[in-house]
């Protein structure tokens, strides 16, 4: 299946340094999978349905342990978000990063429903993800001052 050997490809290591700021990472392991979608856009809805929905098979469940594997990278470079460098973010230390790479994966399964549905704009797919991503490491709500501290104080 097309869908699976381009995933496969953006797992390797290559697609996502180490060497990169973990944002830069998560994004370069969603790259080739938006790149896909963009190229087999007919194809896109399909695929991310039956990922999903679609009958128990061999295709399937190369899919859905593609998926795990994607999690597990996305979570792997969470971690990095580790305060070592100074000034540089790091993660609250209740976060569960298997959750947190679970959402970032099901906000990329949206919008390739989206954008192949043509309810978003393809070119604005990789800019969409960014923010979206954002949201995800940052949340909606601001702290506040005393909240704030607590969360750094760890």
Do not use: K
């Amino acid at each position: 299946m097309v869908f699976n050997d381009d995933w496969r490809r953006s797992l390797h290591p290559e697609s996502a340094s180490t060497s990169l700021d973990p944002r830069t990472r998560i994004m370069a392991l969603l790259g080739p999978l938006v790149a896909a979608g963009a190229r087999h856009r007919e194809n896109t809805a399909v695929y991310q349905r039956e990922i999903l929905f679609g009958e128990p098979g061999a295709y399937r469940s190369e899919a859905l342990a593609l998926v795990d594997q994607l999690e597990q990278a996305i979570g792997t470079a969470l971690l990095s978000f580790d305060g070592r460098t100074p000034g540089a973010e790091r993660l609250r230390p209740e976060t569960d990063t298997t959750l947190a790479a679970r959402s970032v994966f099901s906000v990329l399964h949206m919008e390739l429903i989206r954008s192949s549905i043509g309810r978003s704009v393809a070119a604005d797919l990789h800019r969409v993800l960014s923010v979206e991503f954002e949201l995800v490491l940052h949340g909606l709500l601001q702290s506040t001052d005393s909240q704030q501290g607590a969360i750094t104080a760890a």
